[in-house]
């Protein structure tokens, strides 16, 4: 199943406390609860103004619903072609 990366334009998001990102997390899961198996939340990457989010979906429109329904933005979703890391240079 394909693999995305969302960009999610969050001014302050890096303020957040960990109470605003507790309940912005069991917003998400209780949303892909309902959605069924075929869209997974793997993890999320916190910055000054934006969120990037990793997810596993059948496509993009599983992944703009789930936005909608949680009201998060989804400012960009990109399919992940490839992945590298250190050992791919080995």
């Known amino acids: 199943m394909p693999k995305y990366i969302i960009e999610r334009n ?8 960990a109470s605003d990102l ?3 997390s ?6 892909l609860n309902d959605m069924g198996p075929q869209i997974q939340w793997l993890e999320s990457f916190v910055t000054a ?3 990037y989010c990793i997810y596993i979906a059948p496509d993009e429109a599983t992944i703009r619903t789930h936005a909608e329904r949680g009201e998060f933005p ?9 992945i590298i890391d250190p050992t791919t240079g080995e």
């Open 10 to 17: 969050i001014p302050g998001a890096g303020e957040l406390s």
């Open 22 to 24: 507790q309940q912005i």
């Open 26 to 31: 069991q917003k998400s899961c209780c949303i």
């Open 49 to 51: 103004d934006k969120v």
């Open 74 to 82: 989804a400012n960009s979703i990109a399919e992940v072609n490839t």
